[in-house]
Structure formats: C-alpha cells, structure tokens
C-alpha cells in the first residue's frame, strides 16, 4: 500500500531527497535502498537516529564485495522488491511513467489519484485472496 510520497521536480536528483523522504515515512526501523543512496553522509544520518542501515552495498573497482556483503545484499533484495513491485505495477497498470502536468500541486494531485487507484487495486486482491482462504463465494468484485 502507498502511504505517502514526494513530489519534487525534475530537475532535483532522488537520491538528494533520502533525509526528507526517511522523515516523511514515519517511524520505521530500517531502510532499504538501491545502491544510489550508498553514502557515508547517509548511512551516518541513519546511524545517528538509530534506524537499521539495510541499503545495498555497493563495490568499487578496487574493492570487490566479499561473500559476507553479496549476502547482505541478497537478503536486502528480497525485501526491497516487494517495494519495487509497486512502482513496476504504478507504470505497468496505471501508465505512470512521466507526469501530465507541470506544476508540482498538479502532479501532486495525479500521484494521489494514482496511489488511491493502487491502493483500492491491492485491497482488492487481498480481500479475494481472504475470500478464497475462507471458502466465501459471495464476495463480488468489479474490475479495474
């Protein structure tokens, strides 16, 4: 489910947005991010507030990752994708792959629409999925 999201505009990198968007999600207890927010500044930050540190780690040309790190990365991979698989869905299902407007109160308003059709999309399947669990039959949905 979408909690929340960020609107900035195009020209500001994501990456440059990571201390906003940790504070914006409320009180997690760890993060798990791509190898672009692989920073000393930000794994600091995170330190300092006591949020477990699970972004991936990411090898130079002089130094490789042992198997210790690929590991890691492994185990952090099986969780961000479930993460991942809402944007997938958000430009597969939705068409969300650029912004129709330009301001950001616009594409502001577009990410919120968007999300609420997310969000009634996957209540959807969890409830069909509880209904076939349970053996109900007479659970009807419409589709989107």
């Given at each position: 489910m979408i909690r929340r999201f960020h609107v900035?505009?195009?020209n500001r990198a994501e990456v440059r947005e990571f201390e906003h968007a940790i504070t914006d999600a409320g009180n997690g207890q760890a993060v798990f991010a791509d190898k672009g927010y692989a920073s000393q500044a930000n794994r600091?930050?995170?330190?300092?507030?006591?949020?477990?540190?699970?972004i991936i780690l990411k090898a130079s040309p002089r130094k490789r990752l042992d198997n210790t790190a690929r590991n890691m990365n492994r185990l952090s991979s099986k969780l961000r994708y479930k993460v991942e698989q809402c944007f997938g869905t958000l430009k597969r299902r939705f068409g969300f792959e650029r912004a129709r407007y330009?301001?950001?109160?616009k594409v502001e308003s577009e990410c919120c629409w968007r999300a609420m059709?997310?969000?009634?999309?996957k209540a959807q399947l969890i409830l069909q999925a509880c209904s076939a669990q349970i053996g109900v039959n007479t659970l009807?949905?419409?589709r989107f």
């Open positions: 900035t505009s195009a600091d930050w995170l330190k300092k507030r006591g949020i477990l540190d699970a330009r301001t950001a109160e059709c997310f969000n009634l999309r009807y949905f419409a």
